[in-house]
């Protein structure tokens, strides 16, 4: 590290650990940014960003404030969804004479649910290096919060504005069996929180990640049937960005024990314990025995 970059490391053997390093020329570095912290970056991003001749950004008025807080100045190049074609065109002639550049968004990592898919696909197809920089996500952020046990996430990102689309959007992802990742504006959370009601069971957990790692961060769990309330009883919540998650569809075998047992319960206030577990045994297609042991559980509770 020469004498005019910001030392961020005081420590030196990770000074060390970064000079062994490559960081090579007429290369792409998709650099993920903090999400809110100022100090969620990690020290490779910072070095990175330190040996970048240039930093393409989603809005370069935010990203000079961003590199202005860790002593970092860097020639700007707008690169957002309305002229990543252009940019590209302009980055790709940039990596052509052997330059560095760094491809960050406003916030998190590019090209999820932010402008520079277009831009990495581009550099790709032009034959240049691209190396990702990773760090912070919101949606891995809120997942790692969650409790949810699911194997899987499914990452919906924005819903459609207009509401009909966003009901048939909601309900083709009702039968998936992973968690469901939303991202959310403050302006449009009451709609969207009460699209997810209507089209989802509302017996389904979601959690409501608000103002990840900032002073206001908020982060809360409950049933769908509950959201609308909770969002209701502060009018904050209408403030913020959101990452929600709503938890995914009971698996097939689960969905149908649980049918079952509704069934079971029904049939138990109106008749004897053999009588109902019959029934239920000749509606859903579970076995009687069990169905007849767990009325009598049913019935002791």
């Known amino acids: 590290m020469n004498s ?3 030392n961020f490391l005081p420590d030196l053997p990770l000074q060390d650990e970064l000079s062994r390093q490559a960081f090579p020329l007429s290369a792409l570095y998709v650099v993920a940014t903090p999400i809110g912290n100022i100090a ?27 590199l202005q807080r860790y002593g970092i100045s860097k020639p700007l190049i707008a690169a957002h969804e309305h002229n990543e074609r252009e940019a590209a065109e302009g980055l ?23 402008p520079g898919a277009r831009i990495v696909d581009a550099v790709r197809d032009a034959g240049y290096k691209i190396v990702p920089v990773p760090g912070a996500s919101a949606a891995v952020t809120a997942l790692s919060v969650s409790g949810f046990l699911h194997a899987h996430f499914y990452f919906a990102g924005f819903l459609p504005a207009k509401a009909k ?37 509302p017996t389904r957990q979601v959690v409501f990640a608000r103002e990840l790692t900032k002073l206001f961060e908020e982060i809360h769990r409950c049933s769908l049937a509950e959201a609308g309330a909770w969002i209701a009883a502060d009018p904050h919540r209408q403030k913020g960005e959101y990452v929600v998650l709503v938890e995914g569809a009971a698996a097939q075998g689960e969905a149908d ?6 069934i079971l319960k029904i049939l138990l206030a109106e008749c004897p314990v053999k009588q109902a577990a019959s029934l239920a045994a000749q509606i ?18």
């Open 40 to 66: 969620d970056i990690s020290l490779r991003a910072l070095k990175v960003l330190t040996l970048a001749d240039a930093v393409a950004c989603e809005d370069t008025r935010n990203t000079a404030l961003l």
């Open 92 to 114: 790709i002639a940039r990596l052509a004479a052997g330059a560095r550049i760094a491809l960050v968004s406003d916030a998190g990592t590019p090209g999820v649910s932010d």
């Open 257 to 262: 024990a649980a049918d079952a047992e509704r």
């Open 165 to 201: 689309q966003r009901d048939a959007a909601i309900s083709a992802l009702r039968p998936i069996e992973a968690t469901l990742v939303f991202y959310e504006a403050p302006h449009r959370i009451v709609e969207t929180v009460e699209a997810l009601a209507d089209n989802l069971e």
């Open 284 to 301: 859903t297609g579970q076995k009687k025995n069990a169905l007849y042991e767990r009325a009598l559980q049913l019935k002791d509770e």
């Open 4 to 6: 005019s970059e910001p």
